[in-house]
């Protein structure tokens, strides 16, 4: 079973920088993306970055050149690095993995963490 635990959320004025870590552990199998997602009061969760195996990278629009998603497998995390933050931005974060179920599956499991609080204010 993979478990994912996310920290680095908190409150920070508009313009300011965070950066969020995932800690996974357990068996991530081939043929992965890990990913951060978003979900703002009254709104649906959406996905703001991701990272497939290849290092292939992903962002959704309104982001686009002021986060960034990296993955350091030695240590088993996945970073969202936030900058030039916007009130808009404020929502809960949840990192996300999806991978096979097995070394030899063709069917994926969708694993996510707890989620961490964005809040973005002055």
């Known amino acids: 079973q993979v478990q994912l635990v996310e920290s680095g959320g908190g409150l920070v004025q508009p313009g300011g920088s965070l950066k969020l870590s995932c800690v996974t552990s357990g068996p991530i199998f081939g043929d992965s993306t890990r990913a951060w997602y978003r979900q703002a009061p009254g709104r649906q969760r959406e996905m703001v970055a991701a990272?497939?195996?290849?290092?292939?990278?992903r962002y959704l629009d309104s982001v686009k050149g002021r986060f960034t998603i990296s993955r350091v497998d030695i240590r088993n995390t996945i970073y969202l690095q936030m900058n030039n933050l916007e009130p808009e931005d404020t929502a809960v974060y949840y990192c996300?993995?999806?991978?096979?179920?097995?070394?030899?599956?063709?069917?994926?499991?969708?694993?996510w963490g707890q989620g961490t609080q964005v809040t973005v204010s002055s």
């Open positions: 990272i497939n195996d290849g290092g292939d990278t």
């Open positions: 996300h993995v999806l991978c096979r179920a097995s070394p030899t599956a063709t069917d994926y499991r969708a694993y």
